[in-house]
């Protein structure tokens, strides 16, 4: 397997922290130049971190990001999310063959035991799943004997343009069953669960872009049923990403690919219920935005990432202003620091990092 590292030698590398007075800044991290968006980055604590991107090229980093080692260079494979487990459990989701130009893998899903060194395919009973576009790992605290223990569940779920399957581990991936969910999706394009029981799929109502509406599906049941919870009003749209900084607050970013330049209103969902009802919110008004990753380091304070640029909210929403955050920011990871403070990855073109105090 190709392996080799490389570090920045820009001051950006460095990582400074901004003075106490001023306002913290999006910092570029150093990355082997891509062509076009990469689509995850993830995050086990706040040195522990792996990016992929459409080239099949997997880079992990054990010092927040500063330099980053080359774990995989497989031509074909599309890295479309990453989950990770804890430092040494991990998983990799493929887009699949007949949707990007180039890629030939069609494998699914890979799974790693030793931090991303090697990885093997994850074999899946059930329906064949075509390509993964988002992992969502769910950890759940329980008493084992006396001792503090988690569970893990975790979930990968596919693709867009169709055909909409999830995949389902509750033993850490060891076995994976599949399930068919165009009856209620066309696509999957993000899924995360807050609890064992309640869970959330950003889906589209048809394959079709042209007739497609933005949709979103809820379970109460671990995902034995699923009911739709919000579906947009507008053709040629999907959702795209979802963050939920509480419980009750959730946002999904909407895409929009009408061609009518009069059509320049563009949205995002928010719910403050958990997830029972959605309201759409005005977002910006400009036909050439299109929307990414979102995510909120709390229920009032988070980030769009799109084309062109970024945009960030203080007020929950309710209003948006630019933010240089880098292009196409497709995912956007909020982790925890040891000094109490959260820093914000996002991964688009770049990869950039926001150190914000506790």
């Known amino acids: 397997m190709?392996?080799?590292?490389?570090i920045a030698a820009s001051a950006a590398a460095a990582l400074p922290l901004p003075a106490a007075a001023q306002e913290p800044a999006w910092v570029k991290l150093p990355t082997e130049p891509y062509r076009g968006k990469q689509d995850d980055v993830v995050f086990v604590d706040e040195n522990t971190g792996w990016y992929g991107n459409g080239a099949g090229k997997l880079?992990?980093?054990?010092?927040?990001g500063r330099s980053w080692n080359q774990q995989?260079?497989?031509?074909?494979t599309f890295v479309r999310a990453l989950g990770f487990v804890d430092a040494d459990l991990g998983f990799l989701g493929n887009i699949g063959p007949?949707?990007?130009p180039g890629v030939t893998d069609a494998t699914p899903l890979y799974r790693t035991r030793d931090g991303g060194a090697s990885w093997e395919p994850a074999a899946i009973d059930g329906p064949a799943v075509k390509?993964?576009?988002?992992?969502?790992?769910?950890r759940t605290p329980f008493i084992n004997a006396g001792v503090l223990d988690h569970r893990v569940t975790v979930r990968a779920g596919g693709r867009v343009g169709a055909p909409a399957f999830l995949a389902t581990s509750r033993d850490r991936g060891e076995t994976w069953t599949s399930e068919d969910m165009s009856a209620h999706t066309a696509m999957i394009l993000d899924v995360q669960f807050l609890t064992e029981q309640v869970g959330f799929i950003c889906g589209a109502t048809s394959g079709d872009v042209q007739s497609s509406h933005a949709l979103i599906l809820r379970t109460g049941d671990g995902g034995a049923t699923w009911q739709k919870v919000h579906e947009g009003a507008r053709p040629w749209e999907t959702t795209?990403?979802?963050?939920?900084?509480s419980p009750k607050v959730g946002y999904v970013t909407i895409q929009s690919y009408d061609p009518d330049t009069a059509k320049s209103a563009r949205y995002v969902a928010k719910s403050i219920d958990g997830g029972l009802t959605w309201t759409e919110l005005p977002w910006v008004d400009d036909h050439a935005v299109r929307a990414f990753g979102i995510g909120f380091v709390d229920d009032r304070r988070g980030?769009?990432?799109a084309v062109p640029g970024g945009f960030e909210t203080r007020d929950g929403g309710r209003t948006w202003a630019r933010v240089q955050m880098g292009n196409a920011v497709n995912k956007i990871r909020v982790v925890p620091r040891a000094d109490g403070g959260k820093s914000v990855i996002g991964i688009g073109v770049e990869l950039h990092r926001l150190d914000l105090p506790a």
């Open 131 to 138: 390509g993964i576009c988002a992992i969502d790992v769910l």
């Open 240 to 245: 795209w990403k979802m963050s939920w900084p």
């Open 98 to 100: 007949d949707y990007f």
């Open 303 to 305: 980030w769009i990432g």
């Open 59 to 64: 880079f992990k980093t054990t010092d927040g």
């Open 72 to 76: 995989l260079d497989r031509p074909g």
């Open 2 to 6: 190709h392996r080799r590292a490389f």
